[in-house]
């Protein structure tokens, strides 16, 4: 089966502090990866995703930058995070082909919820 | 791809059947409906996804009409832990999750 990791869960970072934030998945090849921020009480903005080692489109212009090393590995950084920056951060996956009988949809991690002091 | 429009919120008791619809009136012919739940600090879990008629899970139950221009998830006999935001999602399978934007969902709330 499928699984996702994200870590780390709880993150305190201070203003003008660099940042790394890494999603990997099991299971599963040539996935398409998705990096998404929510602000408190707000809904989900899609950052980053990707379908392929190497191969980033950016959904938002901002202080964040993704890398995908590897095909099940997607990294979200800054070099200097901003007050702003803080957030939930939920990294996901959906299948690059649908295949028979399954669902076409995201999974989610668990996320990391970053504070920037 | 096709916007999506859901209430805001919802209130219900415990032990009622909860539905919630979505508009999709731009629907394409390749696209799927999805409905995910979220809860506080979580990511959003798959609950149910359809194309046409009729689908149910052991969780819910997903109504679309014939001109697949909205869909009704419905939630039997809701309890206390069903408190969450529900996000309903349209697109094609073939490019799913690309540019896909989740909107504000709908902040289902059941009381005792």
């Known amino acids: 089966s499928q699984t996702i990791h994200q870590w780390p869960a709880t993150l305190v970072q201070p203003v003008g502090s660099p940042l790394s934030l890494e999603c990997t998945v099991e299971?599963?090849?040539?996935?398409?990866l998705y990096w998404y921020r929510q602000a408190a009480g707000r809904g989900l903005q899609l950052l980053f995703y990707?379908?392929?080692?190497?191969?980033i489109s950016s959904e938002v212009p901002q202080n964040l930058s993704a890398s995908r090393p590897q095909d099940r590995q997607f990294i979200l950084s800054s070099k200097k995070l901003l007050l702003s920056d803080s957030g939930f951060y939920l990294c996901?996956?959906?299948?690059?082909?649908?295949?028979?009988?399954?669902?076409?949809?995201?999974?989610f991690g668990s996320g990391t919820r970053l504070t920037v002091v | 791809l096709a916007k999506t429009t859901q209430p805001i919120s919802m209130d219900s008791y415990e032990g009622q059947e909860v539905n919630i619809t979505c508009s999709h009136n731009?629907?394409?012919?390749?696209?799927?409906i999805t409905w995910y739940q979220q809860f506080p600090s979580q990511g959003p879990r798959f609950i149910i996804q359809?194309?046409?008629t009729k689908v149910t899970n052991e969780v819910a139950s997903l109504f679309i009409p014939a001109d697949r221009k909205s869909s009704t998830l419905s939630l039997p006999r809701v309890s206390l832990s069903d408190t969450a935001v529900y996000y309903c999602?349209?697109?094609?399978?073939?490019?799913?999750?690309?540019?896909?934007?989740f909107g504000p969902g709908t902040r289902l709330s059941v009381l005792p």
């Open positions: 996901a996956w959906s299948p690059r082909v649908p295949e028979e009988d399954r669902n076409y949809g995201y999974t």
């Open positions: 299971g599963t090849s040539n996935p398409n």
């Open positions: 990707s379908v392929g080692i190497g191969q």
């Open positions: 731009n629907i394409a012919t390749n696209d799927y």
């Open positions: 359809g194309y046409k």
């Open positions: 999602l349209v697109g094609d399978s073939w490019n799913y999750g690309q540019n896909f934007v």
